[in-house]
């Protein structure tokens, strides 16, 4: 049993993006264990699918480097992006 509490999408679109990366981080270790050890057991591909739905969503490169460019350029960004709940904003 992990010693942390498993990302659910319900979870998730309560939370900020600020918030779900520490978790994130954690799931992740533990599933990348789980497969390094071929430790998965069934019902495992459902869980981590559901957690990769939620990466995905969380985690777009391509955005963290577009509001990365516009600091650096003084150019406006959405900060709610990054401060809002995932299910506000309709994403999750």
Not at 69 to 82: K, L, M, Q, T, V
């Amino acid at each position: 049993m992990p010693s942390f509490k498993r990302l659910t999408i319900a979870e998730a679109r309560t939370l900020t993006r600020a918030e779900l990366l520490p978790r994130i981080e954690e799931e992740q270790k533990y599933w990348y264990d789980r497969i390094h050890t071929c430790s998965m057991r069934p019902g495992d591909d459902k869980a981590f699918r559901t957690f990769n739905d939620i990466v995905h969503i969380a985690a777009n490169p391509h955005r963290a480097i577009h509001d990365t460019d516009a600091i650096a350029e003084g150019r406006p960004f959405d900060r709610d992006y990054w401060t809002k709940p995932l299910g506000e904003l309709g994403e999750l």
